[in-house]
């Protein structure tokens, strides 16, 4: 749970940072890429972290923009990752002009459930990690360099002058 709002706000701008760098490298074709017929695509996956965040933030109670078009995924990587600049700008915007520290303590229904608004932004950003590991997989199987979120990833290892772990 927060117990401030940089204190979020910091956390948020390494996870926003992390997933903007995982959304930079999609590409057009890359969007199609699924598990399955039954499952999301990549450019679904990510066109969600994109729309559910102000989703989120209103179900909170934080008033956020929702993103226009949500319902439709775009067939243009280079939207999805330029949206999701403004919803994290967006959403750093919204919370400090919303909410205090002091308000961090209040409890909050939502989705049915009781809990203090510092865990809500907690949920928020435990969102996004989850769909950006989501994203990581389907990334490679669509031949995509993956880009490391908590360290190199495996294609990183040899421009840092490092051996590959093995498998």
């Known amino acids: 749970m927060y117990t401030s709002i940089s204190e979020f706000i910091q956390e948020w701008n390494q996870e926003a940072s992390s997933t903007q ?5 999609l590409t057009d074709q890359s969007l199609q890429q699924e598990v399955s017929p039954e499952d999301r695509t990549l450019g679904r996956i990510a066109w969600h ?3 559910s965040t ?3 933030l209103n179900e909170f109670g934080i008033t956020a923009e929702n993103v226009e078009n949500g319902d439709v995924v775009p067939t243009s ?5 330029d949206t ?7 959403t750093i915007e919204a919370v400090q002009q919303q909410w205090t520290d002091a308000s961090l303590t209040e409890m909050k229904n939502v989705f049915g459930m009781e809990m203090p608004k510092g865990v809500t932004l907690s949920l928020l ?5 989850h769909h950006r590991g989501q994203m990581t997989v389907l990334m490679r199987q669509a031949g995509l360099n993956v880009p490391g979120v908590y360290g190199p990833a495996r294609e ?3 421009h840092m002058g490092l051996e590959v772990p093995a498998l």
């Open 21 to 25: 760098k995982v959304l930079d490298v």
């Open 125 to 129: 950003i435990k969102h996004i990690i």
């Open 54 to 56: 102000p989703g989120m």
């Open 77 to 81: 990587a280079k939207i999805i990752a």
């Open 84 to 90: 999701f600049r403004k919803v994290t700008a967006d």
């Open 156 to 158: 990183e290892w040899s």
């Open 49 to 51: 972290v994109v729309t």
